[in-house]
């Protein structure tokens, strides 16, 4: 463990700005919002920042991305397939530990499975993250109730704390060491894990007013979305609700799918485009020649609350799909946002 | 990116050149390939009940299941020109060339069921998927009890690989029938729905293993009708077909309960399938 004083920040981010591609919460003049966005400069990155709107998995999942492309000549039969290059390294910094956990879902679902997903692996294997400890929950925040926050226990190469005067810089990987021996910092006393335990709690303990509505029903919702036994009427309920937006998807850190499109360029070149995609849209399961297994918006919605909570899809994150960073709440015209889908399935247990 | 030469027809496809195409019926033609690469063209293995991903050039990739036996078949695939991209092969000729990707997904589970019988029920082009596994089934015919065709499409018109079938007719130890849903002139065999060709055939329950692959409705006929004789849940088999973008588990879109159709398919037996919670 080491210490960065706050007067150090800019010479610490300018040591990655220096190596990678720099990556973090960046406030948008115009709204004030923060998004995490790709810093032009490294004083653009606002490490007290507000949690972003968006999610950084464009980082590693781009919204729209060239995989390959390819040249089929009509007359000569001759084909040329070009692989992407896809590898430019990128430091995130200031990662919510929400949104760390949301990137370790994909690592263990991207590259742990079956197949390896190679246009991930080719994003993810030179990063360097900078996970940031949350001193305040924001409104929407449930992470206590996820397992995944408001500290980072794992999946960083630094972790920040702040500690008032200075931020506690904890290593997780030898390039974190090595970053931290590069910058010269000192080593951190003996009180520095107590005093970032104190921060911690305090954030915790700011949680527990919020929390008593529904949110810490969800190892509740875990069971009974994994035994099927939530009520055809809720998924009803939930499935009238939905607009169909398709916003819950975007925004939230664990969610993946994709499509894949071949798109015509004029100089005679494909490419084959992978863009995000959502199990909301009607569309998603249609097969050619219009069959549709999956044509009822409740058949639809259940899908993406069993990916964020069944046990089944929790032994391919190795924990719940779930983050809590609570965005889909903040972004749902429908107001079903997952805290709304745990109190539906309260109600069913409790009857108010 | 480090593709090494196997992982490329994992993620990218790789260059193949169609060498004949047969007229099967309505829309639906078979193709004939050989891989670009000849390391490739002697190395590519599959097993009966997979399936690949098949790149038009320029129109884009579609999940489609192997018809080829492993042991002996030519490759090809039968395709019927249903949409988008089907439609960009079935306007490619002879020379033309496709991407393919895989093979992917688990195929049938033969050592499990030796010394059974098996009886296969196929409606329209499901007979499609399920033709790697009768050429496998009549290669290790002593593998097996009785083996019984039962095999239904609309008309006469749209009865798939009916040479085939006329071939398989003369083996020994292979029971064949085939109906059409209405009688028409020319058309001496059966009519009616395929799930009534059961009562006929007189299928055993007892060590027996079905193989069943077509529409919905039809399937849900002839399931109804195995199981009314007793025919265990886990003794059906099915081969499923979804929506499919990447063949390797990552893109979900063909999610069926908790299982993904490419990677955890695309055979289920019938007793799975209940447990998905999902139309078929």
């Not at chain 1, 507000?50 to 084909?79: A, C, G, M, W």
Request: include cysteine; aromatic fraction near 10%; glycine fraction near 8%.
């Amino acid at each position: 463990m080491f210490v960065l004083s706050k007067a150090d920040v800019p010479r610490f981010l300018a040591h990655l700005a220096g190596r990678y591609e720099l990556y973090g919460p960046v406030l948008h003049p115009e709204s004030g919002d923060t998004f995490f966005d790709r810093a032009a400069d490294p004083s653009a990155v606002r490490l007290d920042a507000p949690i972003p709107t968006n999610t950084p998995k464009f980082t590693v999942f781009p919204h729209f991305e060239r995989i390959l492309s390819y040249k089929y000549d009509q007359t000569t039969k001759d084909v040329r397939i070009i692989p992407e290059e896809l590898v430019r390294p990128k430091a995130l910094v200031g990662l919510r530990s929400c949104d760390l956990k949301g990137l370790l879902c994909f690592d263990r679902f991207f590259l742990g499975q079956e197949f390896v997903d190679e246009f991930y692996r080719a994003h993810r294997r030179k990063m360097f993250l900078v996970a940031n400890t949350c001193a305040t929950p924001f409104p929407q925040c449930f992470c206590v109730c996820t397992d995944s926050g408001p500290y980072a226990a794992e999946g960083y190469d630094v972790n920040l704390t702040d500690l008032g005067d200075a931020y506690l810089f904890e290593t997780g990987s030898d390039a974190g060491r090595a970053a931290a021996g590069e910058l010269g910092l000192p080593a951190a006393g003996p009180e520095a894990s107590r005093r970032r335990d104190a921060v911690v709690d305090r954030s915790i303990a700011l949680f527990e007013p919020r929390a008593v509505e529904n949110k810490a029903w969800i190892s509740r919702a875990v069971n009974r979305l994994t035994t099927g036994f939530v009520k055809n009427e809720t998924w009803e309920y939930i499935g009238q609700q939905c607009f169909e937006c398709g916003a819950c998807s975007f925004v939230c850190p664990s969610c993946s799918c994709f499509n894949i499109e071949d798109v015509n360029r004029v100089n005679g070149t494909t490419d084959r485009i992978r863009t995000w995609d959502s199990c909301s849209f009607e569309g998603y399961a249609r097969m050619a020649g219009e069959h549709n297994p999956r044509r009822p918006v409740e058949d639809r919605r259940n899908k993406r609350f069993f990916c964020k909570l069944s046990y089944s899809q929790s032994k391919k994150y190795l924990r719940p799909g779930c983050v809590g960073c609570g965005r889909c709440v903040r972004v749902c015209p429908g107001d079903i946002g997952m805290a709304n889908v745990v109190t539906a399935i309260r109600r069913e247990i409790t009857g108010k | 990116m480090d593709i090494s030469r196997n992982a490329a027809a994992v993620s990218l496809p790789v260059p193949a050149v169609i060498t004949e195409i047969q007229e099967e019926i309505a829309d639906v033609r078979t193709y004939f390939f050989r891989f670009e690469d000849p390391e490739l063209e002697r190395t590519f293995a599959v097993r009966s009940g997979q399936f690949v991903m098949c790149t038009i050039f320029g129109a884009g990739e579609f999940a489609v299941s192997l018809p080829w036996s492993p042991e002996g078949d030519r490759r090809h695939l039968s395709v019927r020109n249903v949409g988008k991209v089907t439609s960009a092969l079935h306007a490619l000729e002879v020379g033309d060339k496709i991407g393919i990707r895989g093979p992917f997904g688990n195929g049938f589970p033969f050592d499990a069921i030796k010394g059974r019988n098996l009886i296969y029920v196929a409606g329209g082009i499901g007979l499609i998927p399920l033709r790697s596994s009768i050429v496998h089934a009549l290669l290790h015919r002593s593998d097996f009890g009785r083996i019984i065709l039962l095999y239904g499409a609309k008309s006469a018109r749209e009865l798939m690989y009916r040479p085939l079938i006329e071939e398989w007719r003369k083996r020994e130890g292979f029971e064949t029938y085939v109906t059409i849903d209405r009688s028409e002139p020319g058309w001496n065999g059966e009519v009616g729905f395929v799930h009534t060709l059961i009562e006929k055939a007189k299928v055993p329950v007892t060590d027996t293993v079905a193989f069943v692959c077509g529409p919905p409705i039809m399937f849900n006929a002839v399931i109804g009708e195995l199981s009314a004789r007793g025919l265990k849940d886990d003794c059906i088999i099915s081969t499923l077909e979804r929506h499919m973008k990447c063949g390797i588990g990552k893109c979900q879109h063909c999610a069926i309960g908790r299982t993904l159709v490419c990677t955890d398919g695309p055979v289920y037996t019938f007793k799975q399938i209940k447990t998905l919670g999902e139309t078929i």
